[in-house]
């Protein structure tokens, strides 16, 4: 079994700074892309950012120069700092990960979500 658990949500005033964080773990053999992605409500699913296992990014247009991912390949982890943030920033976060498993079996996994409040 794979899971991914995302923490770092929370409540912040516009301008403010998060950072989210997402682990994962289990029956991992290896990570290729990992990212996040955002439903505000009443919204569809919209991707926010990507990070392949080289380094490789890529951005959702609204978040371009606010919001950098990163990740730890050593501990499955991958991190998305957010600043100057806005309130149309406001949604749940879900972490994606394409993961291949120790019998060899792909298939993309997500996280439960945290909740980003951005307040005016």
């Not at 516009?14 to 892309?33: D, H």
């Amino acid at each position: 079994q794979v899971q991914l658990v995302e923490s770092g949500g929370g409540l912040v005033q516009a301008g403010g700074s998060l950072r989210l964080s997402c682990a994962a773990s289990g029956s991992i053999f290896s990570i290729n892309a990992m990212g996040w992605y955002r439903q505000a409500r009443g919204k569809q699913r919209e991707l926010v950012a990507t990070i392949t296992s080289g380094g490789s990014t890529q951005y959702g247009d609204s978040v371009k120069g606010r919001f950098t991912i990163s990740r730890d390949n050593a501990k499955n982890t991958v991190l998305l700092q957010m600043n100057s943030l806005k309130p149309e920033d406001t949604a749940v976060y879900y972490c994606n990960a394409a993961i291949i498993t120790r019998t060899y079996y792909a298939m993309d996994y997500w996280g439960k979500g945290t909740l980003v409040t951005v307040s005016s």
